[in-house]
């Protein structure tokens, strides 16, 4: 059994923030690429607290994204791995709306898929739009913790990396 927040980087708010930047940079990068019925996916890891990434949570991160690949046609990948966290930016060919409806039953069911994030947009215009579970009449994510919501954030960043830690002992080797 691994200690999974053992090690990795430590990072400042500042740092998180330019990680979500420069993320958003490379989605309007990718906008010029995405052809008609076709989406993009940003995969991360669901991840609270300051430390983001060290060798479990690439290694997790690295299985979901696998998984996903084999399942759909590709267009284009692009894979981050920073301290910032793992990312996956991938151009899928299907209907995004159908593309999320699948994402969200791979969060739900998969063994990795809870702390997962995998969120789906459609190029309309020149902009990306998120699909929401909203806009698709879906029940809101349950919290990495199975007695919440996503929203709600009811314990502490050690129970959150308590229940994260047993997910990836449970389903991940080293």
Same mark, same amino acid.
């Given at each position: 059994?691994?200690?999974?927040?053992?090690?990795?980087?430590?990072?400042?708010?500042?740092?998180?923030?330019?990680?979500?930047?420069?993320?958003?940079?490379?989605?309007?990068?990718?906008?010029?690429?995405?052809? &008609?019925?076709?989406?993009?996916?940003?995969?991360?890891?669901?991840?609270?607290?300051?430390?983001?990434?060290?060798?479990?949570?690439?290694?997790?991160?690295?299985?979901?994204?696998?998984?996903?690949?084999?399942?759909?046609?590709?267009?284009?990948?692009?894979?981050?791995?920073?301290?910032?966290?793992?990312?996956?930016?991938?151009?899928?060919?299907?209907?995004?709306?159908?593309?999320?409806? %699948?994402?969200?039953?791979?969060?739900?069911?998969?063994?990795?898929?809870?702390?997962?994030?995998?969120?789906?947009?459609?190029? &309309?215009?020149? %902009?990306?739009?998120?699909?929401?579970?909203?806009?698709?009449?879906?029940?809101?994510?349950?919290?990495?913790?199975?007695?919440?919501?996503?929203?709600?954030?009811?314990?502490?960043?050690?129970?959150?990396?308590?229940?994260?830690?047993?997910?990836?002992?449970?389903?991940?080797?080293?």
């Amino acid at each position: 059994m691994v200690n999974v927040f053992s090690e990795g980087y430590t990072m400042t708010d500042e740092q998180i923030k330019k990680g979500q930047e420069a993320t958003l940079e490379e989605e309007n990068y990718l906008i010029d690429e995405i052809p &008609e019925n076709c989406a993009l996916v940003n995969i991360t890891m669901r991840i609270p607290g300051r430390i983001k990434n060290n060798r479990y949570i690439s290694r997790s991160f690295n299985l979901v994204v696998n998984d996903f690949l084999q399942r759909y046609q590709i267009v284009k990948e692009v894979l981050w791995d920073l301290s910032s966290g793992p990312q996956a930016f991938i151009i899928i060919q299907k209907d995004p709306g159908i593309l999320k409806k %699948e994402t969200v039953a791979y969060e739900n069911e998969q063994p990795l898929g809870n702390i997962s994030d995998i969120n789906v947009y459609a190029v &309309e215009g020149d %902009e990306l739009s998120a699909i929401t579970r909203k806009e698709l009449g879906l029940p809101e994510r349950k919290g990495i913790i199975a007695d919440e919501y996503e929203s709600e954030h009811k314990h502490s960043i050690e129970e959150y990396h308590e229940a994260i830690d047993k997910i990836i002992n449970e389903h991940v080797s080293f």
